[in-house]
């Protein structure tokens, strides 16, 4: 019989040692598969199946981005229903006169802001999957019982309630992201959620048109609207509480290759993803971190655009000389331009590895559009102008909310983070149903150069943040290259994190 190694020696050296490499490479990956722990983060990446992960992520995008896009639809639909049933007739049947409607577009953020940054944090302890079924179903019968109000101070309570409910929705989607996602996918991944707001937008005009027209058990249009987009909205309880995952690693959809692989990407990510206990400094962190204020400023900022423009965009379009009907299915190819553009932006964007570029060119788009809308008295400068604005209004809050996300390592201190910089952000909508009144339309002045001055704010919080993350890179790569490591530094003051610019 021959002998093995007499054989391997008639081999030249370099495939011998070729050999012995793969037979090493082999060892080791069923190593990393028996004791993830023992390597290193960065080691363990490398031993990621790509074309596996390629097919895992697959997946996740046809189970996960479909129900949390049909979620915000949804939310967003109900939220902004409120426009479309008061030229149904709801402004005469309870009596919204004077400055009456706008009241009720602003209370909607009240108490949306106030939840926001104690629900993120609870989303963990309750698990995904039943935080957002259960707030589906209790704002799916809120949405229901608007059909019924009778009177303009029941519709202020629904309206209470129905932003109380919502505010814990949006950051809850925006955590779960985090935690399913690596930081170089999750901007492309948020940008499905702004997608189906811009949805919403352009078809829901058309939607509310047509339910309009039911006239059936001695309910008004305007009441079927609310009925029948309640009804819609309670689908998203079975597919939050059956089909989500609280734990990708344990996805039902996942094979158990896929599973693997889904644990080394968790594994990869530790410093990211942090430690999964409670712990109150982690609180902490995030309220004394300086830049979730600078990104809670240009959150302000560009929710500011994003809630004035989508708002009033069918006043805007119909005081260019369309009727109502006319008004709404116009606006349809200005969000989808919108829609286009972020996803685009955000693909970019996350195969760049980069934010604050397209962040400050939406800036600059939208500052453009703005001036148009204020300064010409063409309408077809005007409706040219509403594209414009259309293509940087979802790329400036979509992608600074996953500039946030990738900046801050750690789970309960992102939850915070996020929770803290939307609270901020969405008072924005408190502000926009009060400058962008009706007695300004359609040229809305006030509400323009009011936006336009928050754009600019914007640009400066933008660039002041972009210098500031590269500087701390800088400084970590001279201590680094120093061989100075502080082993007291966690999550994303750790030395060997590098903030997303």
Same mark, same amino acid.
């Given at each position: 019989?021959?002998?093995?190694?007499?054989?391997?020696?008639?081999?030249?050296?370099?495939?011998?040692?070729?050999?012995?490499?793969?037979?090493?490479?082999?060892?080791?990956?069923?190593?990393?598969?028996?004791?993830?722990?023992?390597?290193?983060?960065?080691?363990?990446?490398?031993?990621?199946?790509?074309?596996?992960?390629?097919?895992?992520?697959?997946?996740?995008?046809?189970?996960?981005?479909?129900?949390?896009?049909?979620?915000?639809?949804?939310?967003?639909?109900?939220?902004?229903?409120? *426009?479309?049933? /008061?030229?149904? $007739?709801?402004?005469? %049947? #309870?009596? +919204?006169?004077?400055?009456?409607?706008?009241?009720?577009?602003?209370?909607?953020?009240?108490?949306?802001i106030l939840v926001e940054t104690p629900s993120v944090i609870l989303v963990k302890h309750v698990r995904p999957s039943r935080m957002l079924a259960f707030i589906s179903l209790a704002w799916s019968v809120v949405v229901l019982c608007s059909g019924f109000v009778s009177s303009y101070g029941g519709l202020i309570v629904t309206r209470l309630i129905?932003?109380?409910?919502?505010?814990?929705?949006?950051?809850?989607?925006?955590?779960?992201?985090?935690?399913?996602?690596?930081?170089?996918?999750?901007?492309?991944?948020?940008?499905?959620?702004?997608?189906?707001?811009?949805?919403?937008?352009?078809?829901?005009?058309?939607?509310?048109?047509?339910?309009?027209?039911?006239?059936?058990?001695?309910?008004?249009?305007?009441?079927?609207?609310?009925?029948?987009? *309640?009804?819609? /909205?309670?689908? $998203?309880?079975?597919? %939050? #509480?059956? +089909?989500?995952?609280?734990?990708?690693?344990?996805?039902?959809?996942?094979?158990?290759?896929?599973?693997?692989?889904?644990?080394?990407?968790?594994?990869?990510?530790?410093?990211?993803?942090?430690?999964q206990e409670f712990e109150w400094k982690e609180i902490h962190k995030a309220f004394k971190d300086p830049k979730v204020y600078v990104s809670a400023v240009s959150q302000f900022c560009a929710d500011m655009v994003l809630y004035g423009f989508s708002s009033f965009l069918p006043t805007i379009v119909k005081g260019l000389g369309y009727t109502g009907l006319q008004s709404n299915y116009m606006t349809i190819?200005?969000?989808?331009?919108?829609?286009?553009?972020?996803?685009?932006?955000?693909?970019?964007?996350?195969?760049?590895?980069?934010?604050?570029?397209?962040?400050?060119?939406?800036?600059?788009?939208?500052?453009?559009?703005?001036?148009?809308?204020?300064?010409?008295?063409?309408?077809?400068?005007?409706f040219t102008a509403c594209f414009i604005v259309a293509i940087g209004c979802y790329i400036g809050p979509g992608m600074n909310l996953g500039w946030l996300n990738n900046n801050v390592a750690g789970h309960y201190k992102r939850a915070t983070a996020i929770g803290i910089q939307q609270t901020i952000a969405n008072s924005s909508g408190i502000v926009a149903g009060q400058i962008y009144r009706s007695t300004s339309a359609p040229r809305y002045i006030l509400g323009h150069s009011f936006t336009l001055g928050c754009v600019v704010v914007g640009l400066i919080s933008y660039i002041v943040l972009f210098f500031s993350l590269r500087h701390s890179n800088r400084k970590r790569d001279e201590r680094c290259a120093r061989g100075e490591f502080d082993p007291t530094l966690t999550g994303d003051y750790a030395d060997d994190f590098r903030y997303f610019l």
């Amino acid at each position: 019989m021959t002998d093995p190694e007499s054989v391997m020696s008639s081999y030249p050296k370099s495939i011998t040692t070729s050999t012995q490499d793969d037979m090493d490479s082999m060892e080791k990956k069923q190593n990393v598969q028996q004791n993830i722990e023992s390597f290193e983060p960065g080691e363990v990446e490398n031993f990621i199946d790509k074309n596996i992960e390629k097919g895992a992520l697959k997946k996740m995008d046809l189970v996960i981005s479909p129900i949390i896009g049909f979620l915000y639809l949804m939310a967003f639909l109900d939220r902004s229903n409120i *426009g479309n049933a /008061s030229v149904a $007739g709801m402004s005469e %049947s #309870l009596k +919204l006169y004077n400055e009456r409607l706008n009241v009720a577009i602003s209370i909607f953020y009240v108490l949306y802001i106030l939840v926001e940054t104690p629900s993120v944090i609870l989303v963990k302890h309750v698990r995904p999957s039943r935080m957002l079924a259960f707030i589906s179903l209790a704002w799916s019968v809120v949405v229901l019982c608007s059909g019924f109000v009778s009177s303009y101070g029941g519709l202020i309570v629904t309206r209470l309630i129905l932003g109380m409910l919502e505010g814990c929705l949006f950051p809850a989607l925006n955590l779960y992201l985090t935690t399913i996602y690596t930081r170089e996918e999750q901007c492309q991944r948020l940008s499905y959620l702004f997608c189906a707001s811009g949805l919403a937008g352009a078809f829901g005009g058309l939607f509310a048109y047509a339910l309009e027209q039911v006239r059936a058990g001695n309910k008004a249009g305007w009441q079927w609207i609310y009925i029948v987009e *309640g009804l819609i /909205s309670f689908i $998203g309880v079975p597919l %939050s #509480l059956f +089909l989500l995952p609280d734990n990708i690693e344990k996805s039902w959809f996942l094979n158990k290759q896929e599973r693997r692989v889904a644990r080394l990407r968790n594994e990869a990510n530790l410093r990211y993803l942090g430690e999964q206990e409670f712990e109150w400094k982690e609180i902490h962190k995030a309220f004394k971190d300086p830049k979730v204020y600078v990104s809670a400023v240009s959150q302000f900022c560009a929710d500011m655009v994003l809630y004035g423009f989508s708002s009033f965009l069918p006043t805007i379009v119909k005081g260019l000389g369309y009727t109502g009907l006319q008004s709404n299915y116009m606006t349809i190819p200005v969000y989808i331009a919108g829609v286009l553009a972020f996803l685009v932006a955000a693909y970019a964007s996350d195969r760049t590895k980069l934010r604050s570029p397209f962040l400050i060119s939406a800036s600059l788009i939208l500052a453009i559009g703005y001036i148009i809308l204020i300064a010409s008295n063409s309408n077809a400068a005007k409706f040219t102008a509403c594209f414009i604005v259309a293509i940087g209004c979802y790329i400036g809050p979509g992608m600074n909310l996953g500039w946030l996300n990738n900046n801050v390592a750690g789970h309960y201190k992102r939850a915070t983070a996020i929770g803290i910089q939307q609270t901020i952000a969405n008072s924005s909508g408190i502000v926009a149903g009060q400058i962008y009144r009706s007695t300004s339309a359609p040229r809305y002045i006030l509400g323009h150069s009011f936006t336009l001055g928050c754009v600019v704010v914007g640009l400066i919080s933008y660039i002041v943040l972009f210098f500031s993350l590269r500087h701390s890179n800088r400084k970590r790569d001279e201590r680094c290259a120093r061989g100075e490591f502080d082993p007291t530094l966690t999550g994303d003051y750790a030395d060997d994190f590098r903030y997303f610019l």
